[in-house]
């Protein structure tokens, strides 16, 4: 029987027999970006996320029911910009099929290109930006993570989903030997959960000591460290793709 501390260090450090190969290391950087960014939104943009949808769906009941702080209008924008790059990642899920590195490398790049174009907007208009750099940011973000959970789902690595831990926190419990489940798997699915929660405290420690500027390129240069990292692994010019990548 495989202990918690076996599962936590082999989703870090997989075994190369992995049939999910690097996958699971790189998810979990993913999910610290996620952290990161949602750590940037919720602290500089108003009460609103750009990866979880569950709150941007509460914070829209308090904003229409007049509560303070919370915007009827930044909420929206979030859930239709995700929705957008949802739309995005199922595209490419449609066109690039049989290849999860080839859908991740993609993915990520033009996950990439939106995180940069955030950051870029960030200097221009820097902490204090108007209505309209708010909702560019939101807008650019939250597409951002909706391509990235939409990919990932794809992708389909047990516990991994980079963006939505409820269900992983639920499983811990839910499934435990202790109750006569089938084994909670509490290594990996707590090492998803505290890569979400060292995303966002380092996010918030970056906006609150710092600058969030800095938070939008600590995720930039995570997602390039991603991209490289599955070009390496699947062996971009090479037209022998691994297994894992066609499994």
Do not use: C
Not at 51 to 78: D, K, Q, R
Not at 215 to 240: E, I, P, Q
């Amino acid at each position: 029987m495989t202990t918690p501390f076996v599962e936590a260090w082999r989703t870090i450090a997989p075994k190369r027999d992995d049939p999910h190969g690097p996958l699971p290391p790189l998810l979990v950087t993913l999910t610290v970006v996620t952290g990161l960014v949602d750590a940037f939104s919720y602290l500089t943009l108003g009460h609103v996320f750009v990866a979880n949808m569950t709150g941007n769906l509460v914070f829209l009941g308090f904003a229409i029911a007049g509560a303070p702080g919370f915007s009827v209008l930044a909420s929206l924008l979030a859930l239709a910009s995700f929705a957008a790059g949802s739309l995005l990642g199922g595209r490419l899920v449609v066109v690039i099929t049989g290849d999860r590195g080839r859908l991740l490398t993609w993915a990520i790049s033009i996950q990439i290109v939106l995180v940069a174009a955030a950051t870029v907007v960030r200097i221009i208009v820097g902490s204090d930006s108007s209505s309209a750099g708010h909702y560019t940011l939101i807008f650019l973000l939250a597409a951002s993570m909706g391509l990235q959970n939409a990919t990932v789902r794809k992708i389909a690595v047990p516990d991994l989903t980079t963006t939505v831990l409820t269900l992983t926190t639920t499983a811990i419990f839910a499934d435990t030997r202790l109750i006569g489940g089938p084994g909670s798997k509490a290594g990996r699915r707590v090492v998803s959960i505290t890569a979400m929660f060292v995303g966002a405290l380092v996010g918030a420690t970056l906006v609150v000591h710092a600058s969030s500027t800095i938070v939008l390129v600590a995720a930039l240069a995570m997602l390039v460290a991603v991209a490289v990292a599955v070009a390496v692994a699947t062996g971009a010019l090479s037209r022998n793709r691994p297994s894992w990548s066609t499994a």
